[in-house]
């Protein structure tokens, strides 16, 4: 299993970084919006809303991404004030999300079966990272930079979580996560801070970067929490199939979706 999944980084990884590199933003931002909907088709999978909400669902996630990105390529000059405004609005109240709302949900470990609230809940998750990633790409160093803070995370915590975890983080929601597995992915990205600053990004200050990047590295842990409760509500180990060893696009962004706008909310 392990090398299938290191197969699939190998084929995947490269292009995607590809992709966030060489193509111009409004390119990036619609070729982001597929992705977008595969997550979307798996949050309503996993949610067991039917298939007429999950539509409804679908059109609005695309409907709001195609209403921004069309605002951002035709308006920058005339909006650009409004722009700011309603990113950081959306950024902000994702944030909010993850920060308040998504740890009750944990510590209660709720089943929502209303499909307008379930519907609501997706657009509140998915539709902020999705203009992160978009907003972000204008600088692709950056948006690079802060990706890895999740990748660099996810990977500490899985290989010290496996050599040293004896404490579990939440065994009734995800059995596989300790407590040791967040130390090792916090120092890890402590690390990676410091490196980028001196090596890459002098002229972000370390006092700004650990914190940030820490408190990215808390929300992705939320983030993955909140789709391990999705997965076993719905009695399911993965949330698609799509990559082969990884499962599918949430498996592989469920710590990017609730990181990645805060990350925008400090570095935009």
């Given at each position: 299993?392990?090398?299938?999944r290191?197969?699939?980084v190998?084929?995947v ?23 977008l ?7 309503a999978r ?16 695309m409907?709001?991404?195609?209403l921004?990105?069309?605002?951002a ?21 994702s ?5 308040v ?17 379930v ?5 509140i ?7 992160a ?27 010290t979580?496996?050599?040293?975890g ?7 929601i995800?059995p ?19 490196v ?15 914190p940030?990047?820490?408190?990215m590295t808390?929300?992705?842990i939320?983030?993955?929490l909140?789709?391990?409760l ?16 990884h ?10 979706i609730?990181a ?9």
């Open positions: 299993m392990l090398r299938l290191i197969l699939t190998i084929v990884l490269p292009l995607f970084v590809a992709a966030m590199l060489l193509l111009p933003n409004s390119w990036w931002s619609i070729a982001l919006i597929v992705p909907l595969v997550a979307g088709h798996e949050w996993l949610t067991g809303i039917g298939h007429g909400a999950e539509i409804v669902f679908l059109a609005a996630l409907s709001g991404c195609l921004l990105w069309a605002i390529s035709h308006g920058e000059t005339r909006l650009g004030g409004t722009l700011v405004v309603v990113d950081r609005f959306l950024y902000a109240f944030t909010i999300f993850w920060c709302i998504a740890p009750y949900w944990l510590r209660l470990k709720l089943i929502v079966r209303n499909p307008y609230a519907c609501v809940v997706g657009l998750v998915l539709l902020p990272t999705w203009l990633l978009a907003r972000l790409q204008n600088e692709p160093l950056l948006l690079l930079a802060l990706l890895a803070v999740v990748w660099v995370a996810d990977t500490a915590a899985y290989f979580g496996r050599a040293l004896t404490h579990k983080l939440a065994p009734v995800s596989g996560k300790t407590w040791e597995g967040v130390g090792g992915a916090f120092a890890a990205v402590t690390v990676y801070a410091l980028l600053h001196f090596s890459f990004f002098p002229t972000y200050d370390l006092s700004i970067l650990i940030s990047f820490l408190a808390c929300f992705g939320v983030g993955d909140f789709e391990s999705l997965k076993r509500n719905a009695h399911v180990k993965d949330s698609g199939n799509i990559f082969p060893g499962g599918g696009m949430l498996d592989r962004i469920d710590a990017v609730a990645l706008p805060v990350a925008a909310l400090i570095f935009i």
